[in-house]
């Protein structure tokens, strides 16, 4: 509509000016006298050229737009029609896969309605989209019919062995990282159970998914086979090595453990500082302190400040302060420089065993360290000073009448040094 507009008010201004071009010669021939200024603004007026230059220029664009347009319609209704035909032909000769109503399976729906016949068969890589499509469908349980039906349409349409398993690896591939991504394990375990048949060793990538996905799983029997398929195919990443930490820890089994890690180290690997606090972390989850120890052995490189902290606040959890105090030497021993979260783990560890006077030694290295004295630096240590005072348990089950009567019990008058040491310490935290 509004090109329409635009085209017949160009039109009226061509008029308009042509109008006024037959009036002023109208005028001069028949001897009427025309002012001067009005012949000038009718005829020497060059707004009115330009306008008449505008609207031929409108009329040929709209008219080669208008061309490339219904050009256009032409060319796809074709396309349309014969997209259609292709389709009810192929649905004619071939069944169609059962599909649900639900949205989320539509982008199966091509996938679903591929037959058999040879001018209709679909790549292998187009299968392999279906298949991880299926899964973003929410669709992961019906992977081992799925892959079924697209063996069975290639193998129709002529495909030898070698490239149908190379399919099959590349499919399940795809599928099993869709299924990691979407947290499907049992589906993708069930899925590679379906086609392992069709699987070679091969392909490490397939035996790291399947390694993840029975950790995560909690199918840990699984783990040993896909571990050693995986050292055999391929090299294995730290996410890897941390899965098969997991295994360990659950089972505790420390000699596994022990001997996985000669072996990995006897293989070229290195086992990086990120992996090692990731696998203590683990240890510490799942309270496998005799794994942790393994993994801290000095045999497979130093541990970081980060290692040591993972394993002081593990040791600290199960109440074993003593431990916490021996890693802290050995960290101090190895030339490691404790941070803020170091000293807030002994401190705590000092408040869970009542360790008033290791406290009092972890707090002076701390103030003489340099380091920034942070809320909970002061706060924990103040719970060590109550823990550690004299008849606090009393003051806990008893509520003082008044501040008097509070200053007049025994269990404030008992309190000597550690006493002191909480004045000391509220005027640093009011400085602070």
């Not at 992977?143 to 070698?162: E, K, S, T, W, Y």
């Not at 589906?187 to 950790?215: F, K, M, P, Q, R």
């Not at 302190?289 to 002081?312: C, H, K, P, R």
């Not at 406290?359 to 380091?371: D, N, W």
């Amino acid at each position: 509509m509004s090109s329409i507009l635009l085209i017949v008010s160009s039109l009226a201004t061509c008029v308009v000016a042509l109008e006024a071009d037959i009036l002023a010669g109208a005028h001069a021939a028949a001897g009427v006298p025309v002012a001067v200024e009005q012949t000038s603004e009718l005829i020497h007026d060059e707004g009115l050229f330009d306008a008449v230059t505008e609207g031929l220029y409108t009329l040929v664009a709209f008219g080669i737009a208008g061309a490339i347009i219904q050009s256009l319609n032409r060319r796809n209704a074709r396309n349309v029609a014969g997209r259609v035909a292709r389709k009810s032909k192929c649905v004619a000769s071939s069944p169609r896969c059962p599909s649900s109503p639900t949205r989320a399976d539509v982008a199966l729906d091509k996938a679903c309605a591929l037959p058999a016949c040879s001018s209709c068969i679909a790549s292998t890589r187009s299968e392999s989209d279906a298949l991880v499509a299926a899964v973003h469908a929410g669709r992961a349980a019906a992977l081992p019919g799925l892959f079924d039906a697209a063996r069975a349409r290639l193998a129709a349409a002529g495909v030898d062995d070698a490239a149908l398993q190379d399919f099959t690896e590349g499919a399940l591939l795809s599928s099993l990282r869709v299924c990691a991504s979407c947290r499907c394990f049992r589906d993708a375990l069930a899925a590679y159970d379906h086609v392992s048949e069709h699987i070679t060793n091969s392909n490490g990538n397939i035996w790291s998914v399947l390694l993840y996905s029975a950790v995560e799983s909690m199918e840990f029997q699984r783990c040993p086979k896909f571990w050693a398929k995986l050292v055999t195919a391929a090299s294995p990443s730290s996410n890897d090595f941390v899965n098969m930490v997991r295994y360990y820890a659950y089972h505790q089994y420390t000699s596994g453990l022990r001997q996985m890690l000669t072996d990995y180290i006897g293989r070229g690997f290195q086992l990086d500082a990120i992996s090692r606090n990731r696998a203590l972390a683990i240890c510490m989850q799942w309270k496998a302190m005799q794994l942790a120890e393994i993994l801290a052995e000095n045999t497979w490189g130093s541990m970081d400040v980060i290692g040591y902290n993972t394993m002081m606040k593990g040791y600290a959890n199960t109440g074993r302060g003593d431990r916490c105090m021996e890693l802290y030497a050995s960290l101090r021993q190895a030339g490691i420089a404790p941070s803020e979260v170091t000293f807030g783990i002994l401190l705590g560890a000092c408040a869970d065993t009542r360790g008033f006077e290791h406290a009092k030694i972890v707090f002076e290295e701390l103030r003489a360290s340099g380091l920034t004295l942070n809320v909970v630096h002061y706060t924990t240590f103040i719970k060590v000073l109550v823990k550690s005072t004299p008849g606090t348990s009393n003051w806990k089950t008893r509520k003082p009448k008044s501040i008097s009567s509070l200053k007049s019990r025994r269990v404030v008058t008992s309190i000597r040094f550690p006493w002191m040491w909480s004045h000391e310490l509220l005027g640093s935290f009011h400085t602070w």
